[in-house]
């Protein structure tokens, strides 16, 4: 693949000072448009440039000759040089000689210009979008000194999406040194094709669960002991959220992935799209006014229609618990295939989720999975009134390693259904079966 767009990085000091980030392109013929970002990582960056990045630099380099013959002009062309004997007379020539660099350079812009505009028109639509978050559009990229894939999230400024995008910087600053979290890389306001935009740098993952489970079951059900294991490894990140002050808000089957590359890692549950997240009631970060009043209100709620809790749906504040409750909606529809709800009118569902039982939502499952799903509606609580993650992740292992797993297996080892099918995927999104043949396609 080709390039599309370069960024450059305000890196964590454990990061090579002025890395920089390229946007990839959907085809072959894709090409970088842009190169955006700090000096040192443009100039790093310019050894692997396309054409295109050539067009741009060149461009800019005439531009600077242009304002700089139309200054000396200027400085010549002035009531002391304008007289019969100034003109014939080295003055004059001088002043000749600087018209035409001026004219010279303002033609090598024209077509610059013109080449400029022919290159970008042709791969105008050619990056390669992984999907959209809650609040922007994620494309795939690449470091360029590092090699390694990246997802790139970008927002337009000015909107909900920048705001949220900017939540979603702070929100995965704190999360950096935690597991199960794409790791930052960099966040900065640039403009991207002549728009001003917010722009998210993170390290990439692998497919959604919702994209697993497709793979997986063609839309059925996962198996129980799969689903509770995807449970388990977002109970963990939620954990680790909610210690930090912070309420995900969007709990779905589309912000939980697995991990990016081969080996154990790429069956670890990671958490994403922290756009909707806000202050926990009861922690010390709540902004008064700021975040901690701003929901959501696609149909009436926040997060994703089909998991959010019943409190959301009233636009109202959530804490860990609603977290928990969207979480226990994810493992019932992923064990059972479906949500009572699931095709009701947008109006009826919150009813729906109100009027919901544990016992309803677990209906034809196992045991230990009816468990799991009750602890999660009803979490067990600490002494100052707060979740007790840590009882509530013994009981989902428990659950979950029920057929002789150990506890410590919450979330990975052979109890995913992709991996007992050998299912693999790629950077692009692509998912493929044991036999390298597309189970799905990729993005774009």
Not at 31 to 46: C, F, K, P, Q
Not at 125 to 143: D, K, S
Request: hydrophobic letters at 40%; charged letters at 25%; glycine letters at 14%.
């Amino acid at each position: 693949m080709h390039h599309l767009l370069l960024l450059a990085a305000l890196t964590p000091p454990a990061r090579p000072p002025g890395d920089a980030f390229v946007l990839l392109g959907a085809t072959a013929e894709a090409s970088l448009v842009e190169m955006l970002g700090e000096t040192v990582g443009r100039r790093r960056a310019l050894r692997r440039s396309p054409d295109e990045e050539r067009l741009s630099l060149a461009l800019t380099r005439a531009r600077r000759q242009h304002r700089a013959a139309s200054a000396r002009v200027a400085a010549l062309d002035t009531r002391g040089h304008h007289t019969r004997r100034a003109l014939e007379g080295s003055s004059g020539s001088e002043l000749a000689r600087r018209k035409k660099e001026r004219l010279a350079a303002a033609d090598r812009i024209a077509r610059l210009v013109g080449a400029l505009r022919r290159a970008r028109d042709a791969t105008a639509a050619q990056a390669l979008v992984l999907g959209g978050g809650a609040h922007g559009t994620v494309m795939l990229g690449r470091g360029v000194l590092s090699g390694s894939e990246v997802a790139i999230k970008v927002s337009r400024r000015g909107g909900g999406d920048s705001e949220a995008l900017t939540t979603e910087a702070r929100v995965l600053r704190a999360l950096r040194r935690e597991t199960g979290f794409p790791r930052p890389l960099y966040y900065g306001r640039q403009a991207l094709r002549g728009e001003p935009c917010d722009v998210l740098v993170q390290e990439a993952v692998g497919p959604s669960i919702d994209a697993l489970w497709w793979a997986s079951s063609g839309g059925t059900a996962l198996s129980p002991r799969c689903a509770l294991r995807v449970a388990c490894g977002a109970l963990q990140r939620l954990a680790s959220l909610h210690r930090l002050g912070y309420a995900h808000n969007d709990v779905s089957t589309s912000n939980l992935c697995a991990g990016a590359g081969g080996g154990a890692a790429q069956h670890e549950i990671h958490l994403v799209d922290f756009g909707s997240a806000t202050p926990l009631p009861s922690s010390s970060t709540t902004a008064a006014g700021g975040d901690r009043e701003r929901r959501d209100t696609d149909g009436g709620g926040g997060g994703t229609p089909l998991f959010a809790s019943a409190a959301a749906h009233g636009g109202g504040l959530c804490g860990a618990a609603d977290d928990l409750e969207s979480l226990a909606y994810v493992l019932s529809f992923l064990a059972r295939g479906s949500l009572p709800w699931e095709h009701a009118p947008p109006a009826d569902i919150p009813a729906a989720k109100r009027a919901a039982t544990a016992s309803q939502l677990s209906e034809g499952l196992p045991r230990e999975a009816a468990v799991a799903v009750e602890a999660l509606l009803r979490p067990p609580r600490g002494a100052g009134g707060e979740v007790d993650h840590a009882a509530l992740l013994r009981t989902l292992r428990l659950a979950a390693g029920s057929d002789g797993g150990e506890e410590g297996e919450g979330e990975q080892g052979e109890g995913m259904d992709w991996q007992r099918l050998g299912l693999s995927w790629r950077a692009d999104g692509a998912i493929l079966d044991a036999g390298g043949e597309l189970v799905r396609r990729p993005a774009g």
